[in-house]
């Protein structure tokens, strides 16, 4: 009895870790898949490109039937094809690919499950998310899908994958979801990562859920040979869908800005701030927009944005970009150990991209230069010679870093030669002696450590250094 009982109990743990087959759900996806073809002129070609990944055993092969078709023309401009994947979100022919799929193409084909071949134009395209939409022009209704919500992908949910790897087209793979949230390169990815097969040509194609909703498009994979070995990422549906909805309406994306370079609050920068815990945002620089038009300044710890409390930059980066161009938000900060709330005016993340930080208004500049050495640096107020040597801003004061101690803890937090530190514990230091009262205020206000605005090649960042004894 009790073998039987185990028996039945392997067979169900069995039938719930192993899913049924996956042909109905393929049936039911595949018309939707594209395969998409692109021709652009190049200058020449030194290998197969687009055909088989670098490194393939088949690459001198391809290399060899090239040059026998090339008939001696050398290096002289001629078309260049390659290959991705897509998938089509509306009967009316709208496809959504990769950027980097279509990038520089002079011509778009998409060929259908059916085998027909339609030619594509560019609706609009997004390089920070790697998503492009298409659209094609059909005398009839197409099949189509539709997007899941990504954020209910759970590690361990059954996906597929269905493309067009290495040439092969309308390829179907199968997996799990392997983890949530990755980041890559990006300022706003969020990325599915699966054990899906995912190969070159793959691109752009769509990852399922077993409801048949797409849930992520298949954008990159780690591999050390050009071929999947199992670590593929696909952007979440979430975030496609946002981009894809903008590409229609407006031919481009138009996300908020709030305007500040910012950076991570860890624990030692916590400690220096007299916060509880390593969270929020630290604004390292406030240049012209609407941050500072708002009134935020550099030091606060943005804690909130439109009431969802900020974790870290990455979710404040994407958070704000999610938000309406326009929108008024309420922004909690902490300045000076109390916390204020500031209403900010969003502005136009695509227009801020030449943008200029606003100059600096500093204290007046010492008469005579002091150096001194502490914390395992050696210091001295700038003048107009040390500005000049290390390109500094004409009306900029601070402490310049002349020397540095390797074995210290400045030199293991990346604190260099030639940087320039303007405020320490919120303030702005001009002099030696300004620094002196600032490490003396953080000790009798019990800090272990002071928190160094510190710039390099105008570059701002915070960086936290234990107090000396």
């Known amino acids: 009895m009790v073998l039987a009982a185990t028996f039945v109990v392997l067979q169900a743990v069995a039938s719930w870790a192993k899913p049924e087959s996956l042909a109905p759900l393929a049936e039911q996806i595949s018309p939707s898949v594209v395969n998409i073809t692109t021709s652009t002129v190049v200058e020449g070609r030194t290998g197969p490109q687009g055909i088989v990944p670098e490194g393939s055993p088949f690459e001198d092969f391809f290399r060899e039937f090239q040059d026998r078709n090339n008939n001696g023309q050398g290096n002289r401009p001629r078309r260049s094809s390659a290959l991705g994947s897509g998938f089509v979100i509306s009967e009316d022919g709208y496809v959504v690919t990769n950027n980097h799929v279509i990038e520089g193409a002079d011509e778009i084909t998409i060929e259908f499950f059916s085998g027909e071949e339609l030619e594509a134009k560019v609706i609009g395209t997004d390089p920070n998310t790697d998503i492009a939409l298409l659209k094609v022009e059909a005398d009839k209704p197409l099949p189509f899908v539709t997007f899941g919500d990504s954020n209910t992908a759970r590690v361990g949910d ?35 990562q699966t054990d899906a097969a995912i190969n070159r040509g793959n691109s752009g194609g769509p990852l399922f859920n077993m409801d048949g909703d797409v849930i992520g498009v298949n954008t990159a994979i780690l591999s050390p040979n050009g071929g999947s070995i199992g670590i593929g990422f696909s952007m979440a549906s979430n975030v496609v869908t946002r981009v894809v909805d903008q590409l229609k309406e407006f031919g481009e994306t138009r996300r908020g800005w709030l305007g500040v370079r910012i950076q991570d609050v860890t624990d030692d920068i916590a400690e220096g701030l007299g916060l509880e815990k390593a969270a929020g945002a630290l604004i390292t620089d406030v240049p012209d927009g609407p941050a500072k038009d708002a009134g935020l300044e550099t030091g606060d710890v943005i804690l909130s944005f439109d ?49 200029t930080p606003a100059a600096q208004t500093t204290p007046d500049e ?99 250094l234990s107090l000396p004894e």
């Open 158 to 192: 059954w996906v597929i994958a269905m493309g067009n790897p290495l040439g092969q087209g309308f390829s179907v793979s199968a997996g799990i979801v392997s983890a949530r949230n990755r980041a890559l390169s990006g300022t706003y990815d969020d990325y599915i």
């Open 307 to 355: 009431g969802v409390d900020v974790a870290d930059t990455r979710g404040l980066v994407r958070q704000v970009g999610n938000s309406a161009v326009g929108a008024s938000v309420r922004v909690t900060v902490l300045r000076e150990g109390k916390s204020q709330t500031i209403k900010v005016v969003l502005g136009r993340r695509e227009d801020a991209n030449g943008a």
């Open 366 to 464: 010492p008469e005579a230069p002091a150096t001194a050495t502490m914390m395992g640096l050696t210091l001295t107020p700038l003048t107009d010679e040390i500005r000049e040597e290390l390109g500094a801003d004409a009306g900029m004061a601070g402490l310049a870093v002349t020397d540095i101690d390797e074995t210290s803890e400045a030199f293991e937090k990346g604190l260099r030669v030639g940087d320039i530190i303007t405020e320490a514990g919120q303030q702005k230091v001009a002099s030696i002696a300004n620094l002196e009262e600032r490490i003396k205020a953080a000790k009798d206000a019990g800090r272990k450590s002071l928190l160094l605005l510190v710039r390099r090649a105008g570059d701002p960042r915070f960086v936290a």
